[in-house]
């Protein structure tokens, strides 16, 4: 599913932000991804999403090498994936319902199944009664499940979640992250990024920790999650 | 792309002039102001230049013939003459005509008492088109056969050339100044219109929307804006040129009065007008934010 090999990453400030991670994720698994500010993770982010391409090294994300990806192709290789980011990037003037369907509009889903499959998917994360209202009339942890209704709606094999719980209050930061538990129960892989050890904890999951761009240690290697 | 994206892109594109509408506003504004100050460029310019081609079309120019000249070789005199190019029409003034002209021009009868008509020579009166080849044109004529002088005048045709060359000069700098000033804050108001959906624009880059799929509604709202704009503009700018002439007309100033004429009647551009207005409102809308979004697809 994900792919890193010896992935160095050096922009062109000079910053070293990758030094040579490698790390593999299988199809199913829960992988939280921690590390100190400054340590990488958002470079790794970006690596994922085919914001950035690597200095040197090999990035494969659902089968596909992103380095050599061609600029055209990047859009449908995103729909493979779904992006949960702790700002929530709801479009404001849209409201829960429309914010939903505009993931499926980009691919092209009939009308007819955008009505089907958006009230299935706000009622997975128990939003139907919000369906009309828009972004700035929910609270965070509202607003965050709308964001992970539509990085759900296009049925994703892998959920990217980029620090979903930073702007949350804690009990619901936990809410958040048991949803997508729930979404891994039936098969989605999950790549969390986070730096809340408590919710780590609690959670009892694959662990791999940054720290200066390398990978300091990984649960998986040690034999345990 | 499927129809119902298309139809949805498009109603996006004209949903979005309204939903951000402050944006919009400013804008349209912005694009409304430029084709008013460039609208009112062009029919002042227009105006003066017509007022100087009246001004140019009264010159006479006085060719006098040969007194042994029967009628044939007047006649000769007279087909060569319009046969010239710059020449816009040809009068006769036989020497009958000219004693009886001065004689009431100097009023004192009794010094033609003992005078014929034959101390004048016959002459034909002619107008030029283009008083710039005014000389070129005099010299020709004194090339006819049976022409023995032509009278012409030389001073106000410089004068009035140079006045229209002046207005030409002058209208195409003003226009093209005010189009470069419009070009830059137009320019301006787009980038910050982009600027400010540019989350949104990001946002749509990583549910996977293609660039195309983003940049479709943009389009077609700088076609809407540009398209409103034109429309503001050619009426705001149409009701206030009616009500300047209406104004000059109740005023009948002595300007007025010589050269009501002469004024350019809204109703002669207009068409080109609107078409100029639309043309350029969307090609700036579309234009603009083609170039604007561009800068937030590179995600």
């Keep these: 599913m994900i792919n890193f090999t010896d992935v160095k990453k050096v922009?062109?400030?000079?910053?070293?932000?990758?030094?040579?991670?490698?790390?593999?994720?299988?199809?199913?698994?829960?992988?939280?991804?921690?590390?100190?500010?400054?340590?990488?993770?958002?470079?790794?982010?970006?690596?994922?999403?085919?914001?950035?391409?690597?200095?040197?090294?090999?990035?494969?994300?659902?089968?596909?090498?992103?380095?050599?990806?061609?600029?055209?192709?990047?859009?449908?290789?995103?729909?493979?994936?779904?992006?949960?980011?702790?700002?929530?990037?709801?479009?404001?003037?849209?409201?829960?319902?429309?914010?939903?369907?505009?993931?499926?509009?980009?691919?092209?889903?009939?009308?007819?199944?955008?009505?089907?499959?958006?009230?299935?998917?706000?009622?997975?994360?128990?939003?139907?009664?919000?369906?009309?209202?828009?972004?700035?009339?929910?609270?965070g942890g509202e607003q965050q499940r709308v964001a992970l209704a539509r990085a759900l709606v296009n049925n994703p094999a892998l959920i990217i979640a980029d620090e979903p719980t930073g702007n949350i209050d804690p009990e619901l930061s936990f809410e958040i992250v048991d949803l997508l538990n729930e979404i891994n129960r039936v098969g989605t892989t999950i790549v969390m990024v986070t730096h809340e050890h408590d919710l780590v904890a609690?959670?009892?999951?694959?662990?791999?920790?940054?720290e200066n761009g390398r990978v300091l240690s990984d649960t998986a290697a040690m034999g345990g999650y | 792309m499927r129809g119902s994206s298309l139809g949805y892109l498009i109603r996006t594109g004209v949903k979005s002039v309204f939903r951000n509408r402050l944006m919009s506003f400013a804008a349209i504004g912005v694009l409304v102001a430029c084709m008013i100050l460039i609208g009112a460029a062009i029919l002042f310019s227009m105006n003066i230049n017509s007022i100087v081609e009246f001004t140019e079309e009264q010159n006479e120019i006085v060719v006098f013939c040969d007194d042994s000249l029967d009628a044939q070789a007047l006649a000769r005199v007279s087909d060569d003459l319009n046969a010239t190019d710059n020449i816009i029409d040809v009068v006769f003034f036989s020497r009958e005509e000219a004693f009886e002209y001065m004689k009431?021009?100097?009023?004192?009868?009794?010094?033609?008492?003992?005078?014929?008509?034959?101390?004048?020579?016959?002459?034909?009166?002619?107008?030029?088109?283009?008083?710039?080849?005014?000389?070129?044109?005099?010299?020709?004529i004194e090339g006819?056969?049976?022409?023995?002088?032509?009278?012409?005048?030389?001073d106000i045709a410089d004068v009035v050339v140079e006045i229209k060359s002046a207005v030409y000069v002058a209208g195409i700098g003003i226009v093209a100044i005010l189009a470069v000033v419009a070009l830059v804050i137009i320019a301006n108001t787009i980038k910050i219109t982009v600027f400010n959906r540019r989350k949104e624009i990001n946002i749509m880059k990583f549910v996977g929307a293609t660039d195309s799929f983003?940049?479709?509604?943009?389009?077609?709202?700088?076609?809407?804006?540009?398209?409103?704009?034109?429309?503001?503009?050619?009426?705001?700018?149409?009701?206030?040129?009616?009500?300047?002439?209406?104004?000059?007309?109740?005023?009948?100033?002595?300007?007025?009065?010589?050269f009501q004429d002469q004024i350019v009647p809204f109703g002669n551009i207009a068409l080109e007008m609107f078409g100029a207005f639309a043309g350029a409102g969307v090609f700036i809308g579309v234009g603009g934010s083609m170039i604007f979004v561009r800068k937030y697809l590179r995600v």
């Design chain 2, 104 to 140: 009431e021009r100097i009023g004192a009868e009794n010094l033609f008492e003992e005078l014929t008509a034959d101390i004048y020579p016959d002459a034909y009166k002619v107008r030029v088109k283009n008083l710039g080849q005014l000389e070129e044109t005099v010299a020709q």
């Design chain 2, 214 to 258: 983003i940049r479709l509604p943009f389009i077609i709202e700088g076609l809407v804006i540009g398209l409103l704009a034109a429309a503001f503009a050619f009426f705001i700018i149409w009701g206030a040129y009616d009500y300047l002439i209406t104004w000059l007309e109740g005023n009948q100033s002595m300007l007025y009065r010589q």
């Design chain 1, 11 to 139: 922009y062109p400030s000079g910053t070293h932000a990758l030094n040579g991670i490698t790390m593999h994720i299988d199809k199913g698994e829960f992988v939280f991804i921690v590390g100190a500010s400054g340590a990488g993770k958002s470079t790794l982010i970006k690596m994922l999403l085919r914001e950035e391409v690597p200095t040197s090294g090999l990035v494969e994300v659902n089968g596909m090498n992103l380095n050599k990806m061609r600029r055209r192709k990047i859009p449908y290789f995103r729909r493979t994936l779904g992006v949960v980011f702790q700002d929530f990037r709801l479009i404001p003037t849209m409201n829960v319902y429309e914010n939903v369907a505009f993931a499926l509009r980009v691919t092209n889903v009939s009308g007819r199944d955008i009505k089907r499959r958006v009230p299935y998917i706000l009622s997975l994360v128990g939003l139907v009664h919000k369906a009309k209202a828009m972004p700035d009339q929910l609270s």
């Design chain 2, 144 to 154: 006819y056969d049976g022409v023995i002088q032509v009278n012409a005048p030389t």
């Design chain 1, 202 to 210: 609690q959670f009892q999951r694959r662990v791999i920790t940054i």
